[in-house]
């Protein structure tokens, strides 16, 4: 069987009063194409420099008989940039085709996604983990000579397709 991954559009705040990043990817839509495979589609946007190191802090939550505990998907990396073209890591299918391979990032600058595929993964997915996740992105950088924090929150959901 096969597992259909149904991302909402929405970017919401994480739970940790943390502001939202200045990266804006409220222009991607998420798609189901003809095969369903999930493809992105549209803008990303830079609104605030993004100066080295640029760390990430990725984890979720799963909602299991009401309650959201710890998932089992999380990942910290202290300084994205010099792996931003890394093959072995998770973000390679979207950064490889990115027109800047490079940090910083500067404010202003547009990245465009035209029907990039995430494609499908071999992966066995267990039955208890279908169903509603958060995905919390913490994003820390230099901006104005000062580290910064940041975070990004989407929903995604997992049914058996």
Not at 118 to 146: D, V
């Given at each position: 069987s096969k597992v259909i991954v149904d991302v909402n559009?929405?970017?919401?705040?994480?739970?940790?009063?943390?502001?939202?990043?200045?990266?804006?990817?409220?222009?991607?839509?998420?798609?189901?194409?003809?095969?369903?495979?999930?493809?992105?589609?549209?803008?990303?946007?830079?609104?605030e420099d993004y100066g080295a190191p640029i760390g990430l802090n990725f984890y979720t939550r799963h909602l299991e008989h009401g309650r959201w505990n710890v998932g089992?998907?999380?990942?910290?990396?202290?300084d994205f940039c010099p792996d931003l073209l890394n093959p072995t890591k998770a973000w390679y299918f979207i950064t490889k085709t990115l027109n800047q391979t490079q940090c910083p990032y500067k404010k202003g600058h547009?990245?465009?996604?035209?029907?990039?595929?995430?494609?499908?993964?071999?992966?066995?997915?267990?039955?208890?983990?279908?169903?509603?996740?958060?995905?919390?992105?913490?994003?820390?950088?230099?901006?104005?000579?000062?580290?910064?924090?940041?975070?990004?929150?989407l929903r995604v959901f997992l049914t058996d397709g």
């Open positions: 559009e929405e970017i919401f705040d994480c739970e940790n009063s943390l502001p939202n990043s200045a990266v804006d990817f409220s222009g991607l839509e998420y798609e189901l194409d003809d095969k369903d495979e999930l493809t992105l589609n549209g803008q990303i946007r830079v609104n089992l998907f999380s990942m910290m990396v202290k547009v990245e465009i996604l035209d029907h990039m595929r995430y494609g499908t993964y071999g992966a066995i997915i267990p039955f208890n983990m279908l169903g509603e996740w958060k995905f919390f992105f913490e994003i820390s950088a230099k901006r104005n000579g000062a580290m910064i924090k940041e975070c990004n929150m």
